[in-house]
């Protein structure tokens, strides 16, 4: 079965310093992967997604992720943290062909201090 | 910009008591979705939908689940008799063509009393 791993529970990071959230899949072929971000009390807005090509992804709100086949990981960035990125931060993946449900890792709380 | 909506934002019931989520999907999309998120936890499939037929369901969309598109635009979630474990928030999602293009609703918090 497919899983994802979000190894870290809490990152706490300055303003304007650089973030890296990790995540890592376990799936027999490369799945679709995503990133999804909730804020407090809100719903999940889509990030970024990658399905084939380029392997680094740029997405709204000046992330990028890029997808390691190799390290079976799909890491999210951002050279400059703001305050109003502070969220939870979920990584999925999801299998190829239609209809298919996603699968979540179990996120990542994201601080920013001022 | 087109966006999946959700009914009621909160709901609070009575354990054993039936409740029906309520969820517009985005016009042009065909695959509908329902998941949970248990406070502090990761979300969760329950179940997918489409060409008017559930297409997929996690082990926890048992009998006292089922979903509906009574009408063109809706796409509904319903609870016959709910317990104290059903307190979630659900989503619900759809897409045009599978999860490559999955967009969330803001979710229905549901507290069971």
């Known amino acids: 079965a497919q899983s994802v791993t979000q190894p870290d529970i809490h990152i706490t990071v300055s303003e304007g310093a650089s973030l890296e959230l990790r995540c890592n899949y376990s799936?027999?072929?490369?799945?679709?992967l995503f990133w999804y971000v909730q804020s407090p009390g809100q719903g999940l807005q889509l990030l970024l997604k990658y399905f084939s090509g380029d392997t680094l992804v740029q997405g709204i709100k000046g992330f990028e992720a890029e997808f390691k086949r190799s390290q079976s990981s799909f890491n999210l960035r951002k050279p400059s943290v703001h305050w109003s990125d502070a969220a939870e931060y979920f990584c999925?993946?999801?299998?190829?062909?239609?209809?298919?449900?996603?699968?979540f890792g179990t996120g990542t709380q994201l601080k920013v201090e001022l | 910009e087109p966006e999946v909506t959700q009914t009621p934002s909160h709901q609070v019931t009575q354990m054993g008591q039936e409740v029906i989520l309520r969820c517009v999907p985005i016009?042009?999309?065909?695959?509908f979705y329902w998941y949970r998120q248990i406070l502090g936890q990761k979300v969760e499939f329950l179940v997918s939908?489409?060409?008017?037929?559930?297409?997929?369901k996690s082990e926890i969309f048992d009998d006292q689940f089922s979903v509906e598109r009574p009408d063109g635009s809706n796409f509904t979630l319903k609870i016959r008799s709910t317990k104290l474990e059903d307190s979630a928030m659900y989503f619900c999602a759809s897409s045009i063509t599978g999860p490559e293009t999955q967009y969330f609703g803001p979710g229905t918090r549901l507290l069971v009393l």
């Open positions: 799936y027999g072929a490369t799945p679709y």
């Open positions: 939908f489409y060409n008017n037929e559930i297409s997929e």
């Open positions: 016009s042009n999309h065909l695959y």
């Open positions: 999925a993946v999801g299998l190829t062909g239609g209809g298919n449900k996603l699968t």
